[in-house]
Every structure is written in C-alpha cells, then in structure tokens.
C-alpha cells in the first residue's frame, strides 16, 4: 500500500543498505527488546495489539453519543496531546468537513485573540470538551479547559457538564486525572509508556477521530498492517527502515541538514505538523538532528519552489504522493478559449496535479540537484492513514538511534516553560 523510492535521489547520495545491515538489526533489537535509550517510552511499538480493546469500544460508544447530541467537539490539548488529531481529521474529512460533529481547537495557544474568538465562536453552540494532557499542567490547555470547564457548566449546569466532558490523561497521576475524578468526567488513558508524539494511535488521537465520524478501527488496523510489514531487521526488506538509513546517510554523509516533507494536497497540512514534531522532537538534542520544515504544492511551489530549486543546497525533500483522491474535478470546455485552456478541457484535475508532481521531481532532483525520497500511497483512507503514522513512527525510532539519540525524550522543550513560569511568578520557579 505504501511504497517507497528512491529513484529521484542523486545516485552517488545512495546509502548501500548492505553496509548498514548489521547497525539497523542491532537498532531493530534494541527497539524489539526495549534495552535502548528511552526504552520505557516503547509502548506504541506493539500497541497496534495490544491497545486496550475494552477502552476501544468506550471511546467508540462515547463519540457516537457525542456525535448524535452535541454539534461541536473542542479538543483542548498541544503537541502531542493534539496535532496527531488534526493531522488525521484534516487528512480524512478535508478542510470543509461535512462531519455531523464539527471539531475545533483549544489549548493549543496562549494568543488571546484565539482563545477569544474561538469562545466566542463556542457561545452559541451545542458544544462538548475533550481535554487532553498527559501532565495536566500544561499551561495553554489548562488556562483553557478552566474557561471551557465553567462555560460547560453555565450551559448545562453541572450534572450534564458530566456527560459533555471528557478527559484523555495519565491513568493514575496529574492535576487532570484529580479533577476529572472529582467531577465525575469519563477518562480514557494515555499509557505511561507512550510519549505525546507517539499518542495519535491512543484515546487521544482516537477519540477526537472517531468524534469527526472517522472509522478508527480501520485507523488501528492500518497500524497493525504496520507492525507486521516494518517487523523485519532486514533492512533489504524493511521501507520504514530504508526511509530512516537514506534520510541518516543524507545527513551524515553529506552534511543535508534540513528535510522537507511536501504533500499535493493541502489537507495534508497538518499532517506536515504532526510530523515535524515527531521528527524534530526526537532528533532535534545534543546538537545534532535534522530540521524537519514542510511545504503543500502546487500553493508552495509559488513562493518556497524558488528556493529548493535555485537556493542554497541545503535540504532533501520526501515527497508524499497520493494516487487516487477521494473526488476529481474535470476542466471544462469555453467555447471562446479566450483563457488558453481548452488544451486541458476534459482533463482531471487529478491527471493535471501528478504531472505537476513529476515535472517538479525533475526539476528539482535533476535540474535543481535537490534529492527527493518519494512515498506513494494508493488512497488517502483511515487504513493507509494509520499505516502511515506507524511507518513514520518506526523511521523515526530507527533514525533517532543511528544517530545515537534518545528519540523519546524532549529535555529542550522544558527550558522554556521554567522560564515562562518564573516570569509569571509561579511557586517553586
Ligand atoms: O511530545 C510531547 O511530549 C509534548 O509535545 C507534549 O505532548 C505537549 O507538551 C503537551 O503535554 P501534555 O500532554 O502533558 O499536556
């Protein structure tokens, strides 16, 4: 379903995958048998299994409920605790859903002319609240679950505000999980062992999903085909692990220090962003690591495509094309042609789009001398989503260790939250 070429990257930048065999099996065992860094941050790897099935189908009856009484869903949560969503809700349902549940987003942000309008937005709406920390004491989301908590309760009164929120966060621990005990909110788990970045397959991208009318057992089982087909140490064998060694060989050998994730659809936007923090939040330490950026052609081949074309040599692009879209739209005949266009009457958009991702392949790989690691996928469904994350997620832990980083911490993000909090005058900063 997913493939992976490297036919467009520069024939001398090829790794030998031979050379690393021995490397990325010792890295595939240390991910298998939990003995690398980060090791208690493993739980996504088998979760495609694992998950909690009983919790599955509480997240599933719960969504429906939601779905059939209230007509938005504010998802309140950052990082990890939120783009995973919107990635997978944007991707799937387009960006004029025509969901019955409409989903907005809070928490993620301390701008005050957000936050405002988008309580503003609220005031008049049949709305419910999912929050999601794992902490619980991220500041943008509690500052805004706090102002959603009593709007819920002005609205509903305080017994129904149980049934319009619900609370994604850690099973035992954290001022979220105290709360919602205490209010009576319904709970579902971000496992311990499992990070924000890795969380999408979990209640906290999955609920919020299946709230958007998204089939998330067929996400899930996306993630379990995974599993199976990015099991194998063989690294002849393994694309997810192909993608990490060209992306690894790419940076260490020749000094390309940036990688830009490029999509032809705009509702990949998001998914850009979700990626971009998975890379960068498990790369980006000790000094090194690649910079993930992204871009959405054909829009950014208007301002950035000058750039990666002409511009100093220093990213790689990995291109991810989808083969058949969900709709087509067909050029339409003018019988005066004063546009120049009739050359296309009658051609798909889709037919129009996939030449404008080859020609652009040609030019910036040949011409340009950009490399480019192409990913095809045959449709964008809740399957091949869910396949997708995994294989990203899997590149990424392999990648992560070939450059003998811990991929499942983020030390650099505390730093500036010690700061903000000593600035604001909070106990103990
Ligand atoms: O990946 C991460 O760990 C972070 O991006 C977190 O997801 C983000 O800071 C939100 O944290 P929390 O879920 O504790 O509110």
Redo the contacts with the bound molecule.
Sequence with gaps: MLKVNFDYVNKNHLVNFNEYRERVAEVDSMIKNKTGAGNDFLGWYDWPKNYDKEELERIIKKANHYIETYDTLVVC?????YLGAVAAIDAINGLLPTSKMKIVYLGNTLDPNYVHETLSYLKDKNFAVCC???????TE?SVSFRILKEMVEEKYGKEKAKDAIVCVTDKARGALKTLANKEGYETYI?PDDI???Y?VITAVGLFPIACAGIDVKELLAGCYDAMLEYDNPDINKNMAYQYALERHYLYQKFGYKVEMLGSYEPRFRMLNEWWK?LYG?SEGKEGKGILPTSCVFTTDLHSLGQYIQDGEKILFETILYIEKPNFDVTVISDKEDLDGLNYLAGKKLSFINKKAYEGTLEAHSKSGGVDNICLTLDEMSPRALGHLFYFFMKACAMSAYLNEINPFN?PG?EIYKKNMFHLLGKKGY
């Design positions: 949560g950052i990082g990890g605790s999601i920390s794992k902490s619980g004491t991220t989301t971000l990070g924000g970045r969380s923090q939040e983020q993000v």
